[in-house]
């Protein structure tokens, strides 16, 4: 036992020193606890400060311009584009603010979609965006009963339209079955309507233009004209002596658009007219 000096009587009997109550747990992780709820409160003023920035209508992106296309509308491309620039990003935030959006997104999209060969989008400050898109090369359109696709040159749907374009070869497609996969035309029947094109051009071109070609599942085809009548061709005889023979017609001037419905030219040197 220790000898405590003091002048109280009960304290020179203690065993030990006397020594300061500890603080309880409690008491001791208060301010711990307090400086956390502090910072959780600046976080939140933080997070809700950058959202005012970032929000503001002034960096929403809200126009968007065009350029390089043929076929492709401003309307399509914003059909597209506007439902992921509404979108959220990072929960408190919009795809349309112009220092988060992701142009490459928007571009990868607008590919996807359109089958286009190249999209380049870039950013105009503050609030507008510049898509500048390549087309692929359309040569013809298909027509299929309510369906209308643009086509490349291997017969491969590029995209849907809404109508016939009278600048491009249309081609009516009344067989009952047609290719599964994107291309629609099997190579040989594609080489026969690439040969009637480039003939029709380079020998009746001038005479006469070609608006349409009705395919069929058999061997006669039409090829329809501007001039109001159709010819009957047979694709397993040579497309170019059955032109040759139609150039030599229209060159005499026996034809005359108003006066008969079709010619026919399925019978080699023969013609036949209605």
Do not use: C
Request: hydrophobic letters at 40%; aromatic letters at 12%.
């Amino acid at each position: 036992m220790l000898n405590i000096r003091s002048s109280k009587s009960w304290q020179k009997h203690l065993p030990h020193r006397p020594r300061r109550l500890m603080k309880s747990y409690y008491t001791r992780e208060r301010p711990k606890l307090y400086r956390r709820v502090i910072k959780i409160f600046w976080l939140i003023v933080f997070i809700f400060l950058v959202q005012s920035i970032f929000q503001i209508r002034y960096l929403a992106i809200r126009d968007v311009g065009l350029s390089g296309q043929k076929d492709l509308t401003l309307s399509d491309v914003r059909t597209t584009l506007d439902p992921l620039l509404s979108q959220s990003r990072y929960v408190f935030f919009k795809n349309n603010n112009f220092f988060l959006l992701n142009t490459k997104l928007l571009a990868d999209k607008l590919q996807q979609t359109y089958n286009l060969e190249e999209v380049y989008i870039s950013k105009k400050w503050p609030h507008s965006l510049d898509v500048n898109i390549k087309e692929k090369v359309s040569h013809f359109v298909w027509q299929k009963d309510n369906e209308i696709y643009l086509l490349d040159a291997s017969a491969a749907k590029i995209r849907p339209i809404g109508a016939l374009d009278s600048s491009y070869l249309t081609l009516e497609d009344h067989r009952s079955q047609f290719g599964a996969d994107n291309a629609v035309f099997a190579a040989q029947e594609l080489d026969i309507i690439n040969k009637i094109y480039a003939r029709w051009q380079d020998i009746i071109g001038s005479l006469v233009g070609l608006t349409k070609i009705a395919v069929y599942d058999g061997t006669s085809w039409e090829l329809y004209t501007s001039a109001g009548y159709f010819v009957k061709i047979d694709t397993n005889t040579s497309v170019e002596t059955q032109l040759n023979n139609l150039a030599r017609i229209l060159k005499a001037g026996n034809v005359v658009g108003t006066d008969m419905n079709y010619i026919d030219l399925r019978f080699g040197d023969k013609v036949w007219f209605d």
